[in-house]
Structures are given as structure tokens and as C-alpha cells.
């Protein structure tokens, strides 16, 4: 996977807190889940890309290595429910509701 978000990349990330950053995630996986229920798998799968990248950012962030184990288990709850087998039996309410609080914590704090 080549990196989509350059700008981010380069330490920019890094410069938010981990609400925001999720909220940002929130945002990808929104819009990966509204494809998906539209039958566009490609741009569904652009999506699910970007905001993995986006979790990758935060698993790298050193402020969140106190929170590494639930972050990357996130990731792969993810990752498996949009491309894998869906073992954790995750659904599109239960990664809505998970991601839309911290999208609203986001908002309430500006």
C-alpha cells in the first residue's frame, strides 16, 4: 500500500490528539461503509485503505503507546470485517457507533 495521505505522513499526525486523529478514521470509515452500501466496492476499498493508513499513523504516534494493544486490535477488527472473514463479528452499527463518538467528542472540544 503506497501512502495516500503525504502530508500526514510527515509528522502532521502526529500533531493531533488521539480523539482527533479517530475522528479523522471515523471520516474513512464512514465513507468506506457508504460505498459499500452503494455496490461501489472500488472507491469502498479506496476508503478502507485511507483509513487503515490512518490507524497505522496512530499506532506509530508515541503519545498512544500506552494504548497500542486496543489500537491495533481496532485495526484488525477493521481490517477483518471489511476484507476478512469477520471473525469478531463486527457490523456497520457496531463500527458507527464505536467511531461517531469520537467524531463528536472532535466537535464538542473545538
Known amino acids: ?3 495516500q495521505q503525504r502530508g500526514l505522513s510527515q509528522g502532521r ?3 493531533f490528539s488521539l480523539i482527533e486523529q479517530l475522528a479523522n478514521i471515523d471520516s474513512e470509515i464512514e465513507r468506506a461503509l457508504n460505498w459499500e452500501k452503494k455496490g461501489n466496492k472500488e472507491n469502498g476499498r479506496r476508503a478502507l485503505d485511507r ?3 490512518l490507524m497505522d499513523f496512530t499506532l506509530e504516534d508515541p503519545k498512544n503507546v500506552s494504548r497500542l494493544r486496543e489500537l491495533a486490535r481496532l485495526r484488525d477488527d477493521v481490517a477483518d470485517y471489511f476484507a476478512g472473514e469477520n471473525r469478531f463479528c ?3 452499527d457496531s463500527l458507527r457507533r464505536y467511531f461517531s463518538a469520537f467524531a463528536y ?4 472540544d473545538r
Open 1 to 3: 500500500m503506497s501512502i
Open 13 to 15: 499526525w502526529f500533531e
Open 51 to 53: 483509513a487503515l493508513e
Open 90 to 92: 463486527s457490523s456497520e
Open 105 to 108: 467528542a472532535a466537535r464538542k
